[in-house]
T-cell receptor, first 112, second 111 residues
Framework: SQTIHQWPATLVQPVGSPLSLECTVEGTSNPNLYWYRQAAGRGLQLLFYSVGIGQISSEVPQNLSASRPQDRQFILSSKKLLLSDSGFYLC???????????FGPGTRLTVL | GQSLEQPSEVTAVEGAIVQINCTYQTSGFYGLSWYQQHDGGAPTFLSYNALDGLEETGRFSSFLSRSDSYGYLLLQELQMKDSASYFCAVGGGSSASKIIFGSGTRLSIRP
């Protein structure tokens, strides 16, 4: 069976500090991978998605970046966090050509 | 670009039926999905419509009209555990990897 892992579950970081969130998927190959951010009580904002190793599509210009160094690994990074980067970060995957997204447990980031 | 609209809140009574609507604007259409999210949790998939009509899965049904750029999620025999946020999303399938979500509808159920 397939599983998706995200860590850490919660994170408190000062403004201006770097960020690295990791997401890995097990039990499948060639998945499409996604990063979303959700503000409290709001919808899911698509940040990045990837259809293959090294292929990243950015949806929202901001101080975040994403990388896919391996088939089932997706990393979200920032060099300098802003207060507005606080939120619930969700990683998700779909099968290639699939329509059902499977979400990880999420990382709750607070920037102080 | 793509955008989706759905009501921000809906309230219903336990045992009743509720319909959550979603209208969308997309440059291309590749399917409408519905997800459920409980407070503090991750979204979970409920249904997907690529073609017009009604799809039924137990107490939940989803409808799509591509000509009207409109869909809805129908929840029957409401239970207290159905209190959650519900999101519509466009994209996915064999033609589109990009998946965009609506802002979500918070469903509150009263006894």
């Amino acid at each position: 069976s397939q599983t998706i892992h995200q860590w850490p579950a919660t994170l408190v970081q000062p403004v201006g500090s770097p960020l690295s969130l990791e997401c890995t998927v097990e039990g499948t190959s060639n998945p499409n991978l996604y990063w979303y951010r959700q503000a409290a009580g709001r919808g899911l904002q698509l940040l990045f998605y990837s259809v293959g190793i090294g292929q990243i599509s950015s949806e929202v210009p901001q101080n975040l970046s994403a990388s896919r160094p391996q088939d089932r690994q997706f990393i979200l990074s920032s060099k300098k966090l802003l207060l507005s980067d606080s939120g619930f970060y969700l990683c998700a995957w779909t099968r290639r050509g699939g329509n059902e997204q499977f979400f990880g447990p999420g990382t709750r980031l607070t920037v102080l | 670009g793509q955008s989706l609209e759905q009501p921000s809140e809906v309230t219903a009574v336990e045992g009743a039926i509720v319909q959550i609507n979603c209208t969308y604007q997309t440059s291309g259409f590749y399917g409408l999905s519905w997800y459920q999210q409980h407070d503090g949790g991750a979204p979970t998939f409920l249904s997907y419509n690529a073609l017009d009509g009604l799809e039924e899965t137990g107490r939940f049904s989803s409808f799509l009209s591509r000509s009207d750029s409109y869909g809805y999620l129908l929840l029957q025999e409401l239970q207290m555990k159905d209190s959650a946020s519900y999101f519509c999303a466009v994209g996915g399938g064999s033609s589109a990897s990009k998946i965009i979500f609506g802002s979500g509808t918070r469903l509150s159920i009263r006894p």
